[in-house]
C-alpha cells in the first residue's frame, strides 16, 4: 500500500513538474523590467499601451512587466542580470555612460539592420549619431529631456519682477528680493542622488563653458567656477537643503513658497493636476517658461541641457521568432501615434518625430519650443561623467555648502571618484 | 578525548553537511572577494588585474577613511554604550518590579518593525522645517538650538547614531533569559548577607552572565555596528559630504558604481576588521572571574 501511494505521488509531481510544458501554447513572453509603472507619469499610458498589444497579439505574443518603481534599484538590477546572463528581453536604460560596456558585452539585440528598413525614419535627424557603436545601435534612444527653469510667475509679480533674469547678475538680485519676501528663490537638495543641485549646476556649467564644457573633463575651469555659483545658491534655498531629497524640493514648489523650480518635462503634468491647485488655480496657469541666465563672460547663451531619459534595448535572441516579437513590440511602443499619446499624457519629450496632439499643454509646447531654438545642447553632469561622478556628487555638494572643501576641493572630490572608477 | 575509530564515521557525517555548506557559501565566497579586490571589473568588461591598487585608492580616499572610523565608533557605542544599557534594563526588570512585563514589550517592540520604517519615522522627526525635534524645541524656547540635523557636517552623524542607541530590547531579552538561570540561592545568600541590589547585580549578576549572554551581547552589537546600512541609507545616504558613510554604504556605492575591483577590497577591509574587533572583544572578556571567584569577591565586598 506504502509502495503504491509513493510511486502515485511520484506520479503527481512528475506531471505537475511536466504539465505546464505539456500544455505552452507557442505564445512568446517577453519579460519588460519597467520603471514606467507606479506614479511615473508615463504609467498609466503604458499600461493601457501593453494591455492593447497583448490584446491584439492574444496567443502569440505577451509582454510580461515587472515593476520596477526605483530608478536606482532598476539600474542596478540591469547591470546584474546582464552579469549574470539574464538580460532581460526588453529594458530601459537611464544612463548614458553604460552604453558603450553594454554594446561591447554582445549582450544586446543589434537594432539597426530593422532601423535601416525605414523604421530609423521615425526618430528625429541625427538621433542615433551619439549612441551608436560601431555603426550598431543597441540602445535606441526614445525619452528625451531638456532641463530648462519654470517659474511661478505670482511670486515674481508680488516680489516686483515682471521678468525670468536674463543674466546670473540679475538672477542673483532676484534671489534677494525673494528672500527678502519670505519666498525661497529655488530649491536646492544635497540629499538622495542631488538631483536638482545637479541639474543647476549643470546650467550652470553651460552657462559658463558653453559647448565645449565637457571637452577637458573636469579640468575645465568652468566647473570651479560653477562650483562657486552653485554654493551661493544654498544661501536662497529652504532650510534642511543639505538633507532634503526631492519629495522636499517639490513639495516646497507645489506649496508655492519657491519661485523657481527646475526639473525634467515628465514632471509637467504635475503642474495640471488639480490636487496641486490651490483655490481652484492651476499651478500651471502661474507659471512660466524661461531660459538658462546668461552668465557673464560666459559661452553658453543659447544653449540647453538635455539628456537621453530613456533608452530602450533588448536582449540578444537565439530564436527568431522572439526576436521579431520584441521588435514588433519596440516599434510598437515607438510608433509616432502612440508616442504622440504618451507624450500627451505624460508631458515627456522623445527622439520619435510626431505631430503633437492640438491638446498639447501650454508648459510642454513651450519646453519643446525652447528645445527646438536652441543653438546648441550638452548633456546634464550626470550623462556626461561616469556613474561614480553622480554617485559622489550628493558628498561633494554638502561638503561645498558646508564649507569641507572649496570649489576646487569639490572638483578635486569628484575628479578621484571617476579616479577611483577607471 | 581521543575519539574511537568507530565514532569518527558518525562525527564526519553529522559535520559534513555543516562543512560542505559553510565552504561553498563562505569560505568560497570570501576568496572569491578578495580575487576580485584585486581587479578592475566592472561586470560586464574582462576583468584585469590591478594588483594592490584598488587598496591604495581605497585608502587615499577619505570617504573611505571617514566610513572606517564611523564604523568603529557605531561598534564601540554599541558594544559598550548600547550593551551596558540593555543590561541594566535586563538586571532592573528581571527583579521583577511592578509593570515589567508591559516595560519588556514596550522595550522589545521596536525590535519588531523594520529598520527602514524607524529610520523614516526618525527622518520625520529630525526634518529641519517640519520635524518634531525642532518643533519641540522652539516650543520651549530653544529655537537657536533647531537646526537641520541630518543635513549638519556636525550633527549629522550623532542624530543618526544617537536614536538607534536606545533600541536596546534585543540584547535585553536575550540577557533577561540568562540572568532568570542564575541560582536564586546567590542572591537569597547575599540578602542575608546584607547586600543591596545594586551589590547583587554588581557582584553576582553581572559576573555570571559576563561570559555568556554579555559577551555575546557585546559581540553581536559590536558586529551589527560594523554592518550598518539601512539606518544610515535611510537617513542621510551617507551625507553630508560623507560624514555618516559606513562600511557597507560604501561598499553599496561602489556596487553602484559597477566597480567591483574598490567594492570587493573594502569587504575585504570589513572582514578584517570584523575579525579584529572579534578578537579584541574575545581578548577583553578572556581570564574574567569565574563562578567561584565572583562568589569570593562579592563575600569580601559584603564584609
Known amino acids: 500500500m506504502k509502495k503504491t501511494l509513493a510511486i502515485l505521488l511520484a506520479l503527481v509531481m512528475v506531471f505537475a513538474l511536466a504539465a505546464p510544458a505539456a500544455f505552452a501554447d507557442d505564445e512568446i513572453v517577453i519579460n519588460f523590467p519597467s520603471v514606467w509603472v507606479g506614479t511615473d507619469s508615463k504609467a498609466p499610458y503604458m499600461a493601457q499601451l501593453i494591455e492593447q498589444f497583448n490584446a491584439e497579439n492574444a496567443g502569440q505574443i505577451k509582454v510580461v512587466v515587472e515593476e520596477q518603481t526605483d530608478y536606482q534599484a ?11 546572463g539574464n538580460t532581460p528581453d526588453l529594458c530601459i536604460l537611464d544612463t548614458t555612460y553604460d552604453i558603450l560596456a553594454y554594446t561591447e558585452s554582445g549582450k544586446f539585440m543589434d537594432l539597426t539592420p530593422y532601423l535601416a528598413e525605414g523604421w530609423g525614419e521615425d526618430f528625429v ?16 534612444p526614445f525619452e528625451s529631456a531638456v532641463f530648462t527653469p519654470i517659474y511661478n510667475t505670482r511670486i515674481f509679480e508680488e516680489i516686483g519682477w515682471d521678468h525670468f533674469p536674463a543674466t546670473y547678475d540679475e538672477f542673483f538680485q532676484f534671489c534677494e528680493d525673494a528672500k527678502a519676501a519670505g519666498y525661497n528663490a529655488m530649491g536646492q537638495m544635497a540629499g538622495e542622488n542631488a538631483w536638482t543641485s545637479m541639474l543647476w549646476y549643470s546650467l550652470i556649467a553651460e552657462a559658463i563653458g558653453g559647448k565645449d564644457v565637457y571637452a577637458d573633463g573636469l579640468d575645465n575651469p568652468a566647473f570651479v567656477e560653477a562650483a562657486e555659483v552653485l554654493k551661493h545658491m544654498y544661501d536662497y534655498t529652504f532650510e534642511g537643503a543639505l538633507s532634503a531629497g526631492a519629495g522636499d524640493v517639490n513639495g516646497h514648489w507645489l506649496k508655492r ?4 523650480y527646475l526639473n525634467g518635462p515628465w514632471w509637467v503634468a504635475n503642474l495640471y493636476k488639480e490636487e496641486n491647485a490651490v483655490d481652484g488655480v492651476l499651478l500651471a496657469d502661474d507659471c512660466e517658461v524661461a531660459a538658462n541666465p546668461v552668465y557673464e563672460g560666459g559661452q553658453g547663451e543659447g544653449g540647453l541641457v538635455t539628456t537621453v531619459q530613456a533608452f530602450l534595448a533588448a536582449a540578444k535572441q537565439d530564436d527568431p521568432a522572439k526576436e521579431a516579437a520584441v521588435v514588433k513590440f519596440i516599434k510598437y511602443i515607438t510608433d509616432p501615434q502612440h508616442v504622440s499619446e504618451l507624450a500627451l499624457s505624460s508631458g515627456a519629450m522623445f527622439f520619435v518625430k510626431y505631430e503633437p496632439s492640438p491638446d498639447t499643454n501650454v508648459i510642454s509646447q513651450k519646453l519643446t519650443e525652447v528645445a527646438n531654438n536652441a543653438d546648441f545642447t550638452i548633456l546634464h553632469v550626470n550623462g556626461a561623467f561616469p556613474t561614480a561622478f553622480s554617485t559622489e556628487f550628493p558628498a561633494a555638494v554638502s561638503a561645498l555648502v558646508g564649507g569641507q572643501v572649496d570649489a576646487q576641493g569639490f572638483v578635486d572630490q569628484l575628479k578621484m571618484a571617476i579616479e577611483m572608477a577607471e | 578525548m581521543k575519539l574511537e575509530r568507530s565514532d569518527r564515521g558518525p562525527l564526519y557525517a553529522f559535520l559534513g553537511p555543516a562543512i560542505v555548506l559553510m565552504v561553498v557559501f563562505f569560505v568560497i565566497p570570501v576568496i572569491y572577494v578578495f580575487v576580485v ?21 581605497l585608502f587615499k580616499d577619505t570617504a573611505f577613511k571617514r566610513s572606517v ?9 554599541a558594544g559598550f554604550i548600547q550593551v551596558p544599557l540593555a543590561m541594566v534594563m535586563a538586571i532592573i526588570l528581571s527583579r521583577k518590579p511592578k509593570g515589567w512585563k508591559f516595560f519588556r514589550t514596550v522595550y522589545f517592540f521596536p525590535q519588531v518593525i523594520s529598520g527602514i520604517a524607524l529610520a523614516m519615522l526618525w527622518r520625520a522627526i529630525y526634518n529641519a522645517e517640519t520635524g518634531l525635534l525642532n518643533g519641540i524645541l522652539r516650543s520651549i524656547g530653544l529655537g537657536n538650538v533647531a537646526c537641520d ?8 552623524f550623532p542624530a543618526v547614531l544617537i536614536y538607534w542607541v536606545f533600541y536596546v530590547g534585543y540584547y535585553m531579552v536575550i540577557m533577561m533569559a540568562d540572568i532568570t538561570t542564575i541560582d536564586t540561592s546567590y542572591y537569597e545568600a547575599a540578602t542575608i548577607d546584607g547586600a543591596t541590589d545594586f551589590q547583587q547585580a554588581i557582584y553576582i549578576t553581572i559576573p555570571l552572565i559576563k561570559k555568556t549572554s554579555l559577551l555575546t551581547c557585546v559581540t553581536l ?15 542621510t545616504n551617507g551625507g553630508p559630504a560623507n560624514t555618516t558613510s559606513t562600511m557597507v554604504l560604501y561598499m553599496y556605492k561602489k556596487l553602484q558604481d559597477a566597480n567591483y575591483g574598490i567594492a570587493s577590497a573594502s569587504a575585504v577591509v570589513l572582514i578584517v576588521v570584523g575579525v579584529l574587533f572579534i578578537v579584541c572583544i574575545r581578548m577583553l572578556f578572556e581570564g574574567q572571574s569565574d563562578e567561584a571567584a565572583m562568589i569570593k569577591k562579592a563575600r569580601r565586598a559584603v564584609k
Open chain 1, 257 to 260: 513658497d519657491t519661485a523657481i
Open chain 2, 69 to 77: 572610523i564611523n564604523n568603529v565608533i557605531w561598534a564601540l557605542v
Open chain 2, 37 to 57: 579586490s584585486l581587479l578592475k571589473w566592472n561586470g560586464i568588461s574582462a576583468p584585469v588585474f590591478r594588483n594592490i591598487r584598488n587598496y591604495t585608492l
Open chain 1, 125 to 140: 535627424d541625427g538621433t542615433f549619431d551619439a549612441w551608436s557603436v560601431d555603426g550598431k545601435v543597441c540602445f535606441l
Open chain 1, 74 to 84: 532598476a539600474r542596478d538590477k540591469l547591470r546584474t542580470t546582464i552579469t549574470t
Open chain 2, 149 to 156: 540635523w541630518l543635513g549638519g557636517i556636525k550633527t549629522a
Open chain 2, 221 to 235: 552589537a559590536s558586529v551589527m555596528g560594523l554592518r550598518q546600512f539601512e539606518q544610515v541609507y535611510m537617513l
